[in-house]
Structure formats: C-alpha cells, structure tokens
C-alpha cells in the first residue's frame, strides 16, 4: 500500500514570500491532518479534515495560513506571507478516521531566512 | 498547550537494557496512541490503547494506560540500537489528537 505522499521535501523562501505544500494521503483515508512540527517539540495540530469538510482549525493561523482539500483527496496548505517562525516541518498524516491511527508522510523542511 | 507531556526528556540506555517513558495528560481521552520518529522523518505508529483498556502488547512494546492518574507508559524491553528515536505520546478527545514533546531515546550498542 503507497504511503502518504508529500512534496516538496525541503524548500527555503524569504520572509514575505508565500509558498505551498502538497499531500496525497493514502486512498480511502478519509481523514487528513496537517501539522506543524518546530525543532525540539511534538507535532501540532494545524487543521484536520474530514473528507473535504474543516473538523478542526482551531490553531491555524488565519491570517497568513489556508488549506483546503480538493475533492476529499488531496490537499495543499499554503502560507502567504511567511514569517522566521514559520520555520517547522510540516507534516501530513491521513487515517481511515479521527479515532484511528494516523499514517504520515516524510514532511516538508521548511526554512524562511 | 499540549496535552500529553512525555518524560524523561531523554533516555540514554545500553543495548539490551529496558527503557521506559512515561506520558501524563490533562483531560479525559477516548485514547491515546504512541508514536516513533526517527531523525528527519515522519511519525510511524506503534500502538494504540483505548481509554476502557489497561495495557497492551506488541512485539517488544507494552503500554499501560492509568486513567485515574491520567498517565501511559511506553516500555521497550530488550532494546536495540535501532530503537534510537524520539517517541511521542498523542491523546484523543472529542475527535482531536494532540501531541506531546517526545522523549528522545539514545540506545548504546
């Protein structure tokens, strides 16, 4: 079974500069997850998804961050525009529901310099 | 804030020695999964316990779960170099997962 896939694997951008991110979960999952992950701590949550409908956002900055899930599949998060702090990995997780275990991908290195 | 707090923060152990970290939480869970991260990649799951259940198995794994002392443990009996990883406890509530800081494992050959 292919895993979570998620691109790109490291990308470094300018303060201000926006920048996306990509994740196909695993097929049939209908859950998806994105979260932050700063050097040093767990995983935060930034939104989960339900199929193609908003579970939980509760810690995703508004103002600079969006995501959204194309037709319950795939999703993109996107970050316009960047802050130094926004520095983290970024990690997509699918699962087959909230109360199961999740399945990540390799993570997005993301550097604002 | 996060929910689960891991502790220690890091464990250094020789080969063949048992390590254990425990995992407290705040409020009421529906479950609580343990997690492995290996340096620089994504979270593999381990195990998952169910808040009605006390303890669970899987392969050199065992985890118990105290809800009255809101607190897991994560035992890895016979450990290995490879075992070397930062381990994460989640907790589930109301349909919301929430991670800990991990403990960082080292495993001495």
């Known amino acids: 079974e292919a895993g979570v896939a998620q691109s790109p694997r490291y990308k470094i951008i300018e303060k201000r500069q926006s920048v996306a991110f990509w994740c196909n979960p695993i097929?049939?999952?209908?859950?998806l997850y994105w979260y932050q992950q700063i050097l040093g701590q767990g995983p935060k949550l930034l939104i989960q998804f339900q199929n193609n409908g908003v579970v939980d956002d509760s810690q995703l900055p508004k103002d600079r961050f969006s995501a959204e899930r194309l037709k319950g599949v795939d999703s993109t998060l996107k970050i316009q525009p960047a802050k130094l702090e926004d520095s983290a990995v970024y990690l997509c997780?699918?699962?087959?529901?909230?109360?199961?275990?999740?399945?990540f991908g390799q993570g997005t290195r993301l550097t604002v310099v | 804030s996060q929910q689960g707090e891991e502790d220690p923060q890091a464990l250094s152990i020789q080969e063949g020695e048992n390590a254990t970290m425990n995992c407290s939480y705040k409020?009421?869970?529906?479950?609580l999964q343990w997690y492995r991260q290996n340096s620089g990649r994504g979270l593999v799951h381990l195990i998952l316990i169910r808040s009605n259940e006390r303890e669970k198995h899987s392969g050199r794994l065992r985890v118990t779960l105290d809800t009255s002392k809101k607190s897991s443990s994560l035992l890895i009996t016979a450990s290995r170099a490879a075992d070397t990883a930062s381990y994460f406890c989640a907790t589930l509530n109301a349909g919301k997962s929430t991670f800990g800081d991990g403990t960082t494992l080292t495993v001495k050959p």
């Open positions: 409020t009421s869970i529906n479950n």
């Open positions: 097929s049939g999952h209908a859950t």
């Open positions: 997780a699918s699962s087959l529901g909230a109360a199961l275990e999740a399945f």
